[in-house]
């Protein structure tokens, strides 16, 4: 995403004036993203296997709440895990997991 040309010869925006075309996005760009078939397989796997003892842990934190419950669940989870990104994408799975089991619950 460059500035539109200015025209002139001198400048931060130097050069002859042209339009700006989109280009198509790289596969590259897509890497990373979640696929319906890995996403399929990992909520099966999840279904099947539940949670790890760290991840119980985790949602044994959620349950007794308290005032600071979210950081320390987020320091629990970055010394295990650790990133920062990864451990505050761990906390809202556990706590999405937490949700559901409630949800679950308040319907059965």
């Known amino acids: 995403a ?4 200015s025209g ?3 400048g931060a ?16 760009q897509s890497k990373g993203r979640l696929g319906k078939r890995t996403a399929l397989c990992r909520e099966i796997a999840r ?11 985790i949602l044994d ?14 320091k629990f989870a970055k010394r295990r895990l650790g990133s920062h990104k990864r451990a505050l994408a761990k906390r809202e799975d556990i706590k999405a997991v937490n949700s559901k089991m409630r949800a679950k619950q308040a319907g059965a």
């Open 2 to 5: 460059t500035m539109a040309r």
């Open 8 to 10: 002139f010869a001198k």
């Open 13 to 28: 925006n130097k050069g002859h004036i042209t339009e700006q075309k989109e280009r198509a996005a790289r596969p590259s």
């Open 47 to 57: 279904e099947v296997a539940g949670l790890s003892p760290y991840e119980r842990r």
């Open 61 to 74: 934190m959620i349950k007794t709440g308290g005032s600071s419950a979210d950081k320390r669940i987020y």
